[in-house]
């Protein structure tokens, strides 16, 4: 009737155990012990008693208990440094009975159920028990909604607080409490031939006095476990020295021998189906999530892993985020591929996934005639050499009469050519031809040319603009895009194709050829000799003087 949960790390008792007493010396023994409230067994009959490793204080214990959880009678516990030691409590007779075994792991239960209230409860007891003098300890109980979560479905109790949720259907009461147990006891601090101390495995540090068979660990406070074959352990570790009963595992003989997909007692718990490779821990269910699932907190492992990936990640952990899926939608939480594809028009996509870079090798820019996401459209025939923009279809350019996105606009009157990027100005205004730009009949006045698209320069100018000059022989006008003369003969002083350059040591300003006269180059051979002979006489005195 009850689930099997593993794992206690801590024992519910607090004041444990088989401890014997120290003589004039104080010595203090932390106990740590997690517990569960258990329904009452439908069967009271069945139940088998058994010995306790709780103390007789319990019952004084049990009042502080009953003021969190009112008239709770049974509770399931075990000790945190040892597993096998557990109890089936019953606080009403203080009697402890055998029991399946309750795996249960606070954390697990902290991480998958909702908590709803958490108390914690410091307090001193003076308790006269195996001759303890004082027992401290520190309490906490969490009040948790486990509604949904399979293994604690079987710890359901009722809860009779007055501020419980009437529409709750499930209510775990689970805490811990660690104590520090002061003893007086004669204690030996024998050391074995290895030179470790005695005090674990002998019931007074004694290495003589070994601890009885069926218990062991410090001060033989723990007992083995019920599945080790003839109910006998190691008197130091636990070990079961015969080995495992059938159906358990492990060296304690604490883990349930199960299929990989299923865990607990008898193993009647099925792994999520979210853990990797649907397997999990026998004895706790616990597994590493798949892809697309993660923890709810920040341990290694979880039980249930139903937590999906945050919006916009993906895989192991949900650690990858994902790329830029295509119309705003979200990867797959699994494998990271977008639904719709990548928002990425103009290139051709070789991943499932969109998150890459500009220099990844997944992908590849769209051939000059296709567009669009993962190049799957075509250019519009219509486009000049069917080339378009890659990423929306836009016609690069247009053949001569058309313009537009896809080119299918005739061009408005007054323009023509490629993308009508052409201007012809007719005379009248009439429209001239949308392919060539020829006129119908004349240019407007001061336009000239086969399109009507060049103004018209006054002889000696030419250019776009007219703003360009040309000296052609007897003034002749000269090409009208180029400037080129008529047989490329230039007026005197001017120079190259276009006669524009002006050519100063053929010709005087007046365009006439230059005369050198016998006075002018007399008086210009004198002046040289004279600036000569001063230059060369100056260096010579310098010099001179220089020596001195």
Same mark, same amino acid.
């Given at each position: 009737?009850?689930?099997?949960?593993?794992?206690?790390?801590?024992?519910?008792?607090?004041?444990?155990?088989?401890?014997?007493?120290?003589?004039?010396?104080?010595?203090?023994?932390?106990?740590?012990?997690?517990?569960?409230?258990?329904?009452?067994?439908?069967?009271?009959?069945?139940?088998?008693?058994?010995?306790?490793?709780?103390?007789?204080?319990?019952? !004084?214990?049990?009042? =502080?208990?009953? #003021?969190?959880?009112?008239?709770?009678?049974?509770?399931? =516990?075990?000790?945190?440094?040892?597993?096998?030691?557990?109890?089936?409590?019953?606080?009403?007779?203080?009697?402890?009975?055998?029991?399946? @075994?309750?795996?249960?792991?606070?954390?697990?239960?902290?991480?998958?159920?909702?908590?709803?209230?958490?108390?914690?409860?410091? #307090? !001193? &007891?003076?308790?006269?028990?195996?001759?303890?003098?004082?027992?401290?300890?520190?309490?906490?109980?969490?009040?948790?909604?486990? %509604?949904?979560?399979?293994?604690?479905?079987?710890?359901?109790? #009722?809860?009779?607080?007055?501020?419980?949720?009437?529409?709750?259907?499930?209510?775990?009461?689970?805490? @811990?409490?660690?104590?520090?147990?002061?003893?007086?006891?004669?204690?030996?601090?024998?050391?074995?031939?290895?030179?470790?101390? *005695?005090?674990?495995?002998?019931?007074?540090?004694?290495?003589?006095?070994?601890?009885?068979?069926? %218990?062991?660990?410090?001060?033989?406070?723990?007992?083995?476990?019920?599945? +080790?074959?003839?109910?006998? +352990?190691?008197?130091?570790?636990?070990?079961?020295?015969?080995?495992?009963?059938?159906?358990?595992?492990?060296?304690?003989?604490?883990?349930?021998?199960?299929?990989?997909?299923?865990?607990?007692?008898?193993?009647?718990?099925?792994?999520?189906? &979210?853990?990797?490779?649907?397997?999990?821990?026998?004895?706790?269910?616990?597994?590493?999530?798949?892809?697309?699932?993660?923890?709810?907190?920040?341990?290694?492992?979880?039980?249930?892993?139903?937590?999906?990936?945050?919006?916009?990640?993906?895989?192991?952990?949900?650690? @990858?985020?994902?790329?830029?899926?295509?119309?705003?939608?979200?990867?797959?939480?699994?494998?990271?591929?977008?639904?719709?594809?990548?928002?990425?028009?103009?290139?051709?996509?070789?991943?499932?996934? *969109?998150?890459?870079?500009?220099?990844?090798?997944?992908?590849?820019? *769209?051939?000059?005639?296709?567009?669009?996401?993962?190049?799957?459209?075509?250019?519009?025939?219509?486009?000049?050499?069917?080339?378009?923009?890659?990423?929306?279809?836009?016609?690069?350019? +247009?053949?001569?009469?058309?313009?537009?996105?896809?080119?299918? #606009?005739?061009?408005?009157?007054?323009?023509?050519?490629?993308?009508?990027?052409?201007?012809?100005?007719?005379?009248?205004?009439?429209?001239?031809?949308?392919?060539?730009?020829?006129?119908?009949?004349?240019?407007?006045?001061?336009?000239?040319?086969?399109?009507?698209?060049?103004?018209?320069?006054?002889?000696?100018?030419?250019?776009?603009?007219?703003?360009?000059?040309?000296?052609?022989?007897?003034?002749?006008?000269?090409?009208?895009?180029?400037?080129? *003369?008529?047989?490329?003969?230039?007026?005197?002083?001017?120079?190259?194709?276009?006669?524009?350059?002006?050519?100063?040591?053929?010709?005087?300003?007046?365009?006439?050829?230059? %005369?050198?006269?016998?006075?002018?180059?007399?008086?210009?051979?004198?002046?040289?000799?004279?600036?000569?002979?001063?230059?060369?006489?100056?260096?010579?005195?310098?010099?001179?003087?220089?020596?001195?």
């Amino acid at each position: 009737m009850c689930s099997y949960i593993n794992r206690m790390k801590r024992a519910l008792t607090c004041f444990l155990v088989t401890l014997f007493c120290i003589g004039g010396t104080q010595t203090y023994i932390m106990i740590s012990t997690n517990f569960v409230a258990m329904p009452t067994p439908q069967n009271m009959t069945s139940l088998r008693p058994t010995a306790c490793s709780v103390s007789g204080g319990f019952m !004084k214990y049990s009042e =502080t208990i009953n #003021t969190f959880l009112p008239g709770q009678d049974f509770f399931y =516990t075990q000790q945190d440094f040892d597993k096998t030691t557990k109890d089936f409590f019953r606080v009403s007779t203080a009697q402890c009975y055998q029991y399946p @075994e309750i795996f249960f792991v606070l954390s697990t239960l902290l991480t998958e159920c909702r908590m709803i209230r958490k108390k914690s409860y410091d #307090t !001193k &007891n003076d308790l006269a028990d195996r001759n303890a003098t004082n027992i401290y300890f520190w309490l906490r109980f969490y009040e948790m909604d486990c %509604t949904g979560v399979p293994f604690a479905k079987h710890l359901c109790v #009722t809860c009779k607080s007055k501020d419980c949720s009437a529409n709750v259907t499930c209510y775990v009461f689970a805490g @811990e409490c660690t104590g520090s147990l002061e003893l007086n006891t004669n204690l030996i601090d024998d050391k074995d031939e290895n030179g470790k101390s *005695c005090k674990r495995g002998s019931k007074d540090g004694n290495c003589t006095n070994i601890c009885d068979p069926g %218990t062991y660990g410090l001060l033989c406070s723990s007992r083995c476990s019920r599945h +080790c074959v003839d109910g006998e +352990c190691h008197h130091r570790n636990g070990t079961c020295l015969q080995g495992c009963t059938s159906g358990w595992k492990g060296d304690k003989c604490t883990e349930p021998d199960c299929p990989p997909d299923k865990y607990g007692v008898n193993c009647n718990l099925t792994c999520s189906p &979210n853990c990797w490779s649907d397997k999990c821990d026998s004895e706790d269910g616990t597994c590493v999530c798949g892809l697309g699932w993660q923890r709810k907190d920040s341990a290694s492992n979880d039980v249930l892993c139903n937590k999906p990936c945050e919006p916009g990640f993906y895989g192991y952990r949900c650690e @990858e985020e994902c790329g830029d899926c295509l119309e705003g939608t979200v990867c797959l939480p699994v494998n990271g591929t977008c639904p719709k594809g990548c928002n990425e028009p103009g290139f051709r996509i070789y991943s499932d996934r *969109c998150n890459y870079n500009q220099y990844d090798s997944y992908k590849s820019p *769209c051939s000059y005639d296709e567009y669009g996401i993962n190049c799957e459209k075509t250019c519009s025939p219509t486009c000049l050499r069917n080339s378009c923009r890659n990423t929306d279809g836009r016609c690069r350019n +247009c053949p001569a009469g058309l313009k537009g996105f896809n080119c299918t #606009t005739e061009c408005s009157p007054g323009t023509f050519g490629e993308n009508c990027n052409g201007r012809c100005r007719c005379d009248g205004g009439s429209p001239c031809d949308p392919v060539s730009g020829r006129c119908p009949g004349e240019c407007e006045e001061g336009y000239e040319g086969e399109t009507c698209s060049m103004k018209k320069c006054e002889p000696g100018l030419y250019g776009d603009d007219c703003d360009k000059w040309c000296f052609c022989k007897d003034r002749k006008p000269c090409d009208r895009r180029y400037g080129y *003369c008529p047989e490329k003969e230039c007026q005197k002083g001017w120079s190259l194709s276009s006669c524009d350059y002006r050519d100063t040591c053929l010709y005087t300003e007046t365009a006439g050829p230059i %005369t050198w006269e016998p006075r002018s180059l007399g008086i210009g051979l004198a002046l040289g000799f004279v600036g000569t002979f001063f230059v060369t006489g100056c260096g010579a005195i310098y010099r001179k003087f220089e020596k001195m």
